[in-house]
Nanobody, 121 residues
Framework: QVQLVESGGGLVQPGGSLRLSCAAS????????MAWYRQVLGKERELVAS???????NYADSVKGRFAISRDNAKNTMYLQMNSLKPDDTAVYYC???????????????WGQGTLVTVSS
């Protein structure tokens, strides 16, 4: 089976930085689009940033200029560098990826379990 495991969350002061990682493991033939989402309790999950297999990126307006998404295809790993963090960035961050995990040319959506980021003084 395929698993996505996030790491790197924690408590940080406003203005600080964190780097999230998402490692995909299991029977992986290839990974297409990858993305980071976040969710605050009681609110809908929102897209933070996405990156396709060619490296093209897209960001939510709220994080442009502060966050940077990247991926290492050789390691099946995605990253989110978060700088100039604000209290409004506090949320559970989820990794999302479309993965081909068998010989058929079919990509299935997978989610990580989430990692909590708390921005507070």
């Amino acid at each position: 089976q395929v698993q996505l495991v996030e790491s790197g969350g924690g408590l940080v002061q406003p203005g600080g930085s964190l780097r999230l990682s998402c490692a995909a493991s299991g029977s992986i033939f290839s990974i297409n689009d990858m993305a980071w989402y976040r969710q605050v309790l009681g609110k809908e999950r929102e897209l933070v940033a996405s990156i396709n297999s060619g490296g093209s990126t897209n960001y939510a307006d709220s994080v442009k200029g502060r966050f940077a998404i990247s991926r290492d295809n050789a390691k099946n790993t995605m990253y989110l560098q978060m700088n100039s963090l604000k209290p409004d960035d506090t949320a559970v961050y989820y990794c999302n990826a479309y993965i081909r995990h068998g010989p058929l040319y079919i990509y299935r959506e997978f989610w990580g379990q989430g990692t909590l980021v708390t921005v507070s003084s």
